[in-house]
């Protein structure tokens, strides 16, 4: 099996663990690899593009149903691009609401260290206001999501 890798060679090539590479295979992301006479797998060349594909997917933050998707697309060329492009604008939406949602606690960080006075614990604005939701809820006029979502 000339011009192949092995699954370690594979994970260092493309900065991606081996359990990721087997888990992806186990969900289907990836096809199954071939095998030698020594049960070894061995990896192609359009192996290291999907799981390139896979990784960069992932750094952009793309669940594994919209790769899914994006890979099945991406598999029929000839097909116009319109859902290909609304898998990434709702997770443009997605990015940009979780930015709002950073910049609000960002905002209410900065304020609980500005009026901490530096005393001792029992004083202390940061915990006060950790103890107390309601008083960032007052103090804002709106209650913040206390719980983060499960994509967070």
């Known amino acids: 099996m000339a011009d192949t890798l092995s699954i370690g060679d594979l994970a260092s090539d493309s900065g991606v663990k081996v359990q990721t590479i087997r888990y992806y295979e186990s969900i289907g992301l990836m ?24 990784r960069h997917a992932r750094e952009l933050g793309f669940t594994l149903d ?17 859902e290909a492009d ?39 604005r940061v915990i006060e206001v950790l103890s107390d939701h309601t008083l960032c809820a007052t103090e804002h006029g709106h209650a913040h999501n206390s719980e983060p979502t499960p994509s967070e």
Not at 31 to 54: I, K, V
């Open 86 to 124: 609304s898998i990434a604008r709702e997770h443009l939406e997605t990015v940009e609401q979780r930015l709002e949602r950073l910049k609000s606690l960002q905002t209410e960080l900065q304020r609980m260290l500005r009026q901490c006075a530096g005393g001792k614990v029992e004083d202390c």
């Open 31 to 54: 096809p199954p690899a071939g095998r030698t006479a020594g049960n070894q797998r061995r990896y192609s060349q359009a192996h290291r593009e999907r799981l390139r594909f896979l």
């Open 66 to 82: 919209q790769i899914r998707s994006l890979l099945s697309l991406s598999e029929r060329p000839d097909m116009p691009c319109e």
